[in-house]
């Protein structure tokens, strides 16, 4: 492996606080000594499996606020949670006609009426949902079948993250790989390209570096006393 030793010295210039020093070891591949280093996951569709990870992940986002309309339904709650936000977005509105007509200029006036216009759609999709859960089928069957469905989802998301791992380091320049448990993570001492502080990319503490050993540090000297002696 390689990397490049560096004395890094934290703390302050207070004498009386201990500053902490430790050895800086910044990492760069062996191939071409470019000290770009990225994590190397396995399978090589990972990035295929993450963003359909993500995309169920959505789906469970999606599917609890009505799922959680049927269940208060099911319950025998009143009013729904459909009229709970209709009454929420009506409040929300009328303060928001106030600020537009009387201070335009306020910031945060376009997203909130963002917001509002998403809360538009879901209180169109719960009042559905609602409707279709009162009507069709009974609202403990629907939340039933939400419920399981949610799980499912889940479970899946699940094992698709199982699937990837983490199995060392890339280099985004040669494209070498190296696997954890290698030398290249146990030997900090190794620098074969003989490289220095001055050529890992400023500023420093932006690239790949592992903390190694601590250093003793005398504490800094403090001002001279105006005491007498």
């Known amino acids: 492996m390689g990397t490049v030793r560096d004395l890094y010295q934290g703390g302050d210039n207070d ?9 800086r070891h910044y990492v760069y591949c062996d191939g071409c000594g470019a000290f770009d280093l990225e994590p190397w996951m396995a399978p090589e569709n990972h990035a ?14 999606l599917l609890a606020p009505l799922v959680a309309a049927v269940g208060w339904i099911g319950l025998g709650f009143f009013p729904t949670l459909g009229w709970l936000l209709f009454l929420a977005l009506g409040i929300t509105v009328s303060v928001l006609v106030r600020v537009y007509w ?27 949902v609602e409707s279709l859960a009162s009507d ?15 799980v499912a989802l889940l479970l899946w998301r699940n094992s698709l993250g199982s699937k990837i791992e983490d199995v060392g380091l890339r280099c985004r320049h040669c494209g070498a790989t ?10 900090l001492d190794a620098n074969p390209r003989h490289l220095t502080v001055a050529d890992v990319p400023r500023p420093l503490g932006s690239s790949l570096f592992w903390t190694g050993a601590s250093a003793d540090v005398p504490p800094p000297a403090g001002p001279p006393s105006r005491l007498p002696e």
């Open 136 to 150: 069709l089928v009974p609202a403990w069957l629907a939340f039933g079948v939400g419920l399981v469905a949610m």
């Open 15 to 23: 004498p009386e606080v201990a500053p902490d020093a430790h050895y």
């Open 48 to 61: 295929a499996l993450e963003a359909k990870r993500r995309r169920l992940g959505r789906w469970v986002l």
């Open 102 to 128: 009387f201070e335009r200029d306020r910031p945060g006036v376009l997203l909130a009426w963002h917001f509002v216009g998403v809360g538009v759609l879901w209180l169109v999709a719960i009042l559905t």
């Open 178 to 187: 190296y696997a954890h448990g290698t030398l290249f993570f146990t030997d």
